[in-house]
């Protein structure tokens, strides 16, 4: 592939790649992880609620990383409640499943903001064959990938399994009990999922670009050292 190619490919690749490490930070700061709804189960089986009744008793929960927040609806009109993940919830929740989401998070943010400037330096320097090459550039592109499987997988588990949304629900609630009523992932969930899509298709590029996967060995290469061999 002619130079001039190479580069502009490199450089939408490092673009890419810059993106997603800005999309990840974002979505660490934000509470739209999860959206759902939650029923008031206590209420509900008081007053013997069905139907359309039931909607008094279904309040709304959002939450991210760090925070969120919740819509109580027990009967008496919506009350909104504020809470931290740090360090009201940690007894509750499972916290190393949640700190680790956090820590690959941070990970996916360094190794894309890495990635991005190695791009660029392919693009308009001259690398060297290890690290610094096309070597390097699989190396990051599929570190950052493998982090943001990871994050949807933990993340996954840790609201599906752990049931984290009903937990949150009934955080600080004595006399009342909650359930999750419906659940979704919400933006920022969504992100990481692109993000994770974006440093696999930046591996593509570089397989287009003309840099054989690393540890494959070509066919030519085979050729030559048996020439050399017979030499000898």
Same mark, same amino acid.
């Given at each position: 592939?002619? *130079?001039?190619?190479?580069?502009?490919?490199?450089?939408?690749?490092?673009? &890419?790649?810059?993106?997603?490490?800005?999309? !990840?930070?974002?979505?660490?700061? !934000?509470?739209?992880?999860?959206?759902? *709804?939650?029923?008031?189960?206590?209420?509900?089986?008081?007053?013997?609620?069905?139907? #359309?009744?039931?909607?008094?008793?279904?309040?709304?929960?959002?939450?991210?990383?760090?925070?969120?927040? =919740?819509? $109580?609806?027990?009967?008496?009109?919506? $009350?909104?409640?504020?809470?931290? @993940?740090?360090?009201?919830?940690?007894?509750?929740?499972?916290?190393?499943? #949640?700190?680790?989401?956090?820590?690959?998070? *941070?990970?996916?943010?360094?190794?894309?903001?890495?990635?991005?400037?190695? @791009?660029?330096?392919?693009?308009?320097?001259?690398?060297?064959? !290890? &690290?610094?090459?096309?070597?390097?550039?699989? &190396?990051?592109?599929?570190?950052?990938?493998?982090?943001?499987?990871?994050?949807?997988? &933990?993340?996954?588990?840790?609201?599906?399994?752990?049931?984290?949304?009903?937990?949150?629900?009934?955080?600080?609630?004595?006399? @009342? *009990?909650?359930?999750?009523?419906?659940?979704?992932?919400?933006?920022?969930?969504?992100?990481?999922?692109?993000?994770?899509?974006?440093?696999?298709?930046?591996?593509?590029?570089? =397989?287009?670009?003309?840099?054989?996967?690393?540890?494959?060995?070509?066919?030519?290469?085979?050729?030559? !050292?048996?020439?050399?061999?017979?030499?000898?």
């Amino acid at each position: 592939m002619p *130079t001039q190619q190479k580069k502009i490919i490199f450089c939408i690749a490092g673009v &890419l790649s810059f993106a997603c490490a800005l999309g !990840t930070a974002a979505a660490i700061g !934000t509470q739209l992880w999860v959206k759902g *709804t939650i029923l008031c189960k206590t209420g509900a089986l008081l007053v013997n609620a069905t139907g #359309h009744e039931l909607e008094k008793f279904i309040g709304e929960i959002q939450y991210g990383l760090f925070h969120g927040e =919740r819509v $109580r609806q027990c009967g008496l009109g919506g $009350r909104p409640f504020q809470f931290s @993940f740090f360090p009201d919830l940690l007894k509750i929740i499972p916290a190393s499943i #949640h700190v680790s989401v956090i820590l690959f998070c *941070t990970v996916l943010i360094i190794f894309a903001l890495v990635g991005a400037g190695f @791009f660029m330096f392919n693009a308009f320097g001259s690398p060297y064959e !290890t &690290l610094h090459g096309p070597i390097g550039l699989y &190396l990051w592109s599929f570190i950052a990938c493998s982090c943001g499987c990871l994050i949807m997988i &933990l993340f996954s588990s840790e609201v599906k399994i752990h049931h984290l949304s009903e937990k949150i629900a009934n955080f600080k609630e004595g006399s @009342f *009990t909650f359930k999750t009523h419906s659940e979704q992932f919400a933006n920022s969930f969504w992100i990481i999922l692109v993000c994770s899509l974006v440093h696999f298709l930046n591996a593509l590029l570089i =397989r287009f670009a003309g840099f054989e996967f690393p540890f494959s060995k070509s066919k030519d290469s085979g050729t030559i !050292t048996g020439a050399v061999d017979l030499m000898y």
